[in-house]
């Protein structure tokens, strides 16, 4: 067990459909990625969200947004959800110190897109 | 484009063998990362290793960094069954936390 948890850990939308997915990070962490695992394939960075505001981005579209709250929490949305959308997110937490800590992976949310 | 490229993508050991994953990255980046991932579940860290010849090891596992050469290796030594999992080497080129991972190495150790 990390600390960080991800709700809810199973969701089923159809095409077009809006979803949020959440994210708690571990105590003491301020950053959070998110990242998109499709079946048989490595993740996927989406963004990273630190002291509230996006601070870095793969390449995703926009309609998939996020934020992250004064309590470092974060929220994954996603509009007008295509089938591709279909995976399991991941999101991660780590203190804001580069180069010397790693991600804690919480236990994914898998997203079905119908 | 950065890529992450691993080989195998896919490994059937024996049970008492020894086996060599290998991660390769295009790019600069001082840290590299493994993480294994059983079936339908979360991405585990192994090993974090942060900078050039760094060696670490853990059980069974052992895993290396070479940044000259921008490749990586985990080492299985006398595998066992417990060992069966996917795993993921990634990188962080931009020192931010944003990793770039491979495709993984999907491991199934047979009796």
């Known amino acids: 067990e990390t600390g960080v948890t991800q709700s809810p850990t199973h969701l089923i939308k159809t095409r077009g459909q809006q979803v949020t997915l959440r994210c708690s990070s571990q105590s003491g962490h301020n950053t959070v990625s998110w990242y998109q695992q499709a079946l048989g394939q490595g993740p996927q960075f989406i963004f990273q969200y630190y002291r509230e505001e996006e601070n870095g981005r793969g390449n995703f579209p926009p309609r998939f947004s996020g934020l992250q709250f004064p309590n470092y929490s974060s929220e994954l949305n996603v509009n007008a959800l295509e089938l591709d959308d279909s995976a399991l997110y991941l999101c991660?937490?780590?203190?804001?110190?580069?180069?010397?800590?790693?991600?804690?992976f919480g236990p994914g949310t898998r997203l079905t897109v119908l | 484009e950065l890529k992450v490229e691993q080989n195998p993508l896919f490994l059937s050991m024996q049970e008492g063998k020894n086996y060599t994953i290998y991660c390769n990255y295009s790019?600069?980046?001082?840290?590299l990362y493994w993480y294994r991932q059983d079936p339908g579940k979360s991405l585990e860290s192994l090993f974090v290793l942060l900078s050039n010849g760094a060696v670490k090891q853990e059980g069974r596992l052992m895993a290396s960094l070479d940044t000259k050469a921008r490749l990586s290796t985990l080492h299985i030594t006398a595998a066992v069954h417990d060992l069966s999992a996917t795993y993921f080497c990634?990188?962080?080129?931009?020192?931010?936390?944003?990793?770039?991972f491979g495709a993984g190495t999907r491991l199934t150790v047979k009796p």
């Open positions: 990634a990188v962080d080129p931009y020192n931010n936390n944003d990793m770039r």
């Open positions: 790019t600069t980046s001082d840290r």
């Open positions: 991660a937490s780590s203190r804001r110190t580069p180069g010397t800590d790693t991600q804690y």
